[in-house]
């Protein structure tokens, strides 16, 4: 079955950086087109940035773009999410995406 694994969240200052990886099974990975998600305290989802394949550049939300950086590794079955510079606003549970699945997601927060 389809199963997506998300890690590497914590808490951070801002300014700070974090690395969140999303170990995926149960597709093709690097046949899929995948995303990172995340959903602010009390908000609804936002789309954060999506990697697909052959896919010549990642896309990103204007409120992440230059800031974060979506990676994969079709070897490890894995997608990575860098994200620099954070902000308050950044914070939230971030949830690998492919289709309907999501994982049980990693919380993000930014604080000092």
């Known amino acids: 079955q389809v199963q997506l694994v998300e890690s590497g969240g914590g808490l951070v200052k801002p300014g700070g950086s974090l690395k969140l990886s999303c170990a995926a099974s149960g597709f093709a990975f690097s046949d899929a087109r995948l995303a990172w998600v995340r959903q602010p305290p009390g908000k609804n989802f936002e789309w954060v940035s999506h990697?697909?394949?052959?896919?010549?550049?990642?896309m990103y939300s204007d409120s992440v773009k230059g800031r974060f950086t979506i990676s994969r590794d079709n070897a490890k079955n894995t997608l990575y999410l860098q994200m620099n510079n954070l902000k308050p606003e950044d914070a939230g549970t971030y949830y690998c995406q492919w289709e309907q699945y999501r994982g049980q997601g990693t919380q993000v927060t930014v604080s000092s």
């Open positions: 990697s697909a394949p052959g896919q010549m550049t990642p």
